[in-house]
């Protein structure tokens, strides 16, 4: 099982609870090499499987890579390249959870969105969604599970996060497009869209006040945890729900 940007935030806790489901996880990460080594570190120490593999999401060339060290890793401690020679045989990869991402540089009006951060923001949280897509159609087990992030932005329609909310939007489009192009190989395809998120990359940019703010305004009156979108994309995975497919899930407490 592949989960893309996790080594911290929700990617992390969704990797752990997947490792504690007893999935063998690739531990994706793009810049934080320790940061990963210390996911792993952290799922080995509580009896699960695990490696990490650097790769851009944004760059498909680093995709399929991170496809083709994922199907002959050794799940050993450490990075890919400090684990022990890989094994010879390819290992059927089950599921792809497409948590990978960028978020706002804190609020930007659509008249300063600048060509830099459209490119990026696509870059990453579109195309590599895409990207992943057709990776998993031609190389995931018939049966799998695709878990891809969104976000409750998309609901919303906060001011402050136009490029950012329109990538998600894709996301969820390509999500009803490829549950129904992989539906006959009975691969369940699924989106999951959190709302506020006590992460580093929902804090980013964002004054105390702010967060003050978006936190009282949802029903609960606080922010959620990483840990409670693990839950429900550890579900998504999960063999009973096959017949759940072609859905966005919406883990926002209620505001949208």
């Not at 136009?162 to 009975?186: C, D, M, N, P």
């Not at 305004?217 to 063999?239: D, K, S």
Request: hydrophobic content about 45%; aromatic content about 4%; glycine content about 10%.
């Amino acid at each position: 099982m592949i989960v893309t940007g996790a080594s911290r935030g929700i990617g992390a806790a969704i990797a752990r609870r997947l490792a504690a489901a007893e999935f063998d996880v690739v531990v994706n990460y793009c810049s934080r090499a320790e940061d990963a080594d210390a996911v792993v570190k952290s799922i080995l120490e509580a009896g699960g499987r695990a490696v990490a593999i650097q790769a851009d999401v944004g760059k498909r060339a680093d995709l399929v890579r991170l496809w083709d060290e994922a199907e002959t890793a050794t799940f050993t401690p450490g990075r890919s390249e400090s684990a022990t020679p890989p094994s010879a045989e390819k290992v059927p990869i089950y599921a792809l959870v497409q948590n990978a991402g960028l978020g706002m540089p804190g609020l930007v009006s659509l008249k300063d969105h600048t060509a830099e951060l459209v490119d990026r923001l696509t870059d990453v949280n579109l195309k590599g969604v895409l990207y992943g897509l057709q990776l998993a159609a031609e190389r995931l087990v018939d049966g799998g599970r695709i878990v891809n992030i969104g976000s409750t932005a998309v609901a919303t329609r906060l001011t402050g996060y136009g490029i950012y909310s329109a990538t998600k939007a894709a996301v969820e489009s390509l999500t009803h497009i490829a549950a129904k192009e992989l539906g006959a190989r009975k691969i369940a395809v699924n989106c999951v869209a959190p709302g506020p998120i006590t992460t580093e990359l929902f804090f980013a940019g964002k004054s105390p006040e702010v967060v003050a703010r978006m936190a009282a305004a949802t029903p609960q009156g606080r922010l959620g945890e990483p840990e409670e979108v693990a839950g429900i994309v550890a579900f998504l995975c999960g063999e009973e729900c096959g017949w759940v497919s072609g859905q966005v899930i919406r883990v926002n407490g209620g505001i949208a």
